[in-house]
């Protein structure tokens, strides 16, 4: 038995039991609900259900493919993409740099394939989106509004898009090609950057003025009519973050951290959030009345809802368990290789005598390496018996990781994709992996300064993110009740890991984890 609004003729486990429990929350004044769901358990038909019920709704998602999958399996939803995604009618470029933006239009814009989606997309009562395209559009520009609930797929990445859209980074190549007579300074104090931003601020502000006056001196859809655009753009969108990052640092509101680099192009600098619970509200939620919040790995629920300021009265927490037979999805420990800081080096080695030994096992079987690092990766690229070595698939960069991944779907050999980047958002099923490797626990980089800030603060965020990123690498190759894949651990210290986090891993996860 199925309500109208449920798009499918029959139920999975769970996935009705879910739904009701997610409504009565809603019906008892809870303004969010976190449903915490492991892969196959219908995360999306969940989703959808409950926004047909709501008679308007955002359904935000991580990526691009995952929005191109709920519109191919739900018709009723209209599909909306950042404006690079649309090609302008009137200059050879897309809708991003456009002359729209400077206001000026011609009667080719009537059919903008930028704004016909939009248009679309406003007037429909289920809009899907990626989390940038989100943030940026609703808060920054015009159109959409308030909608009766907003779902958020893949939540467990809420609070690293909020991250990726408050910061705010200068570079001196920047703003050389920005016209900018400013460069950044030498600098040790991390306060000074904060007044170096501040005396920025009005260098850019002229500078978007000089920008606005030579767009409208050129022609409409000229090359350095699209050039001044863009520049403009970046000078504008950049104030607009340096501006926010100078008031919740001097009102109290945000602690920021600031990452400065140098490289052969000049020098470079962050300013990073600690916590970006502060603007949640605002940038995050505001835009839905009620908040439907979907993950495979919320783990820690009190950690999670303050990661993104939720207080935990107003939430409702729901746990879907894993209906996929244990038999099919074995997590096999074999501490290998010691490979923290100090002994990574000289245990490489014995890493990739542990690989070779997984590779032999499969022979005939595709699979999927996760490394954690490009180092490790390229280390076992090159250190690999050839004969194993053939058999790999891998990208030294983020720039040749579609191309990696397509060229492992789509070969009939038995390919090994060999990745430190693609733990989640992949779907590995059935024979595209029957065995995988998680080379390492993967730790986040307490060298990035926002990271060993937020973990000074609050140290079971970081051990939370560190189980985060193991659980999701996990459920890549099984991904349907009659799926099968084995999972194989090789870090040394896995099992004391496996042992400290037991508390914070679901339990679907610790129940496949063999006995030693």
Known sequence: MTTSAFPYR?????????????????????????IEAPTGSGKSGIAVTLARE?????????????????????????????????????????????????????????????FTAKDVAIAAQGTTMNYAYYLAELNWSGGFGERELLVLDEAHNAEAALMSFVQA??????????????RLPQLTDGEGWFDWAEELLPHLDRRAGDLEERIHEVPIASEIGIAHLRTRQWIESTA?????????????????????????EGQSVTFKPV?????????????????????ATILDPDTYLSSLGIDSED????????????????????????????????????????????????????????????????WLHRNLPALQRDRIVTHTDSSGRDAALYQHMSSPDATVLLTPSMTEGIDLADDLSRWQIICKIPYA????????????QDPQWYDWRTC????????????????????????ADFPKFLRRQSGRLPEWFREAVEPD
């Open 240 to 264: 607009r973050r340096l501006h926010e990052v100078i008031s919740s640092r001097d009102d109290g509101s945000t602690d920021w951290v600031v990452d400065a680099t140098r490289n052969r």
């Open 445 to 456: 980089n307490l060298g990035d300064a926002q990271v060993r800030a937020r973990m000074e």
């Open 54 to 114: 709501s008679g308007s709704a955002y359904i935000v998602t991580a990526q691009k493919l995952l929005q191109e999958q709920y519109v191919a399996d739900f018709r009723d939803l209209a599909l909306m993409k950042g404006r690079a995604n649309y090609p302008c009618l009137i200059a050879p470029t897309h809708a991003a740099a456009a002359p729209c933006l400077a206001g000026r239009k011609l009667p080719e814009c009537e059919d903008c394939p930028y």
């Open 315 to 378: 939430a409702e927490v729901i746990t879907v368990p894993s209906h996929f037979p244990v038999a099919n999805r074995p997590i096999r420990v074999r501490p290998s290789a010691r490979l923290t800081r100090h002994y990574l080096e000289q245990e490489l080695p014995l890493l990739t005598e542990a690989v070779n030994r997984v590779m032999e096992e499969h022979p005939g079987e595709k699979g999927v390496i996760h490394t954690h690092s490009y180092r490790i990766a390229a």
């Open 169 to 182: 980074t200068v570079s001196d190549q920047a703003l050389a090609g920005a016209g900018a007579q400013l």
């Open 275 to 295: 916590r970006v619970s502060a603007f949640a509200h605002d940038a995050l939620f505001r835009h839905g009345r009620r908040v439907l919040m979907l993950s």
């Open 10 to 34: 029959e139920y999975r486990p769970g996935q009705k039991e879910a739904i009701d429990a997610a409504r009565d929350a809603f019906s008892a004044g809870k303004r969010f609900v976190v």
């Open 468 to 491: 985060l990123s193991v659980v999701q690498a996990y459920g890549r190759s099984v991904r349907g009740h009659d799926d099968y894949a084995v999972t194989y651990l090789l870090d």
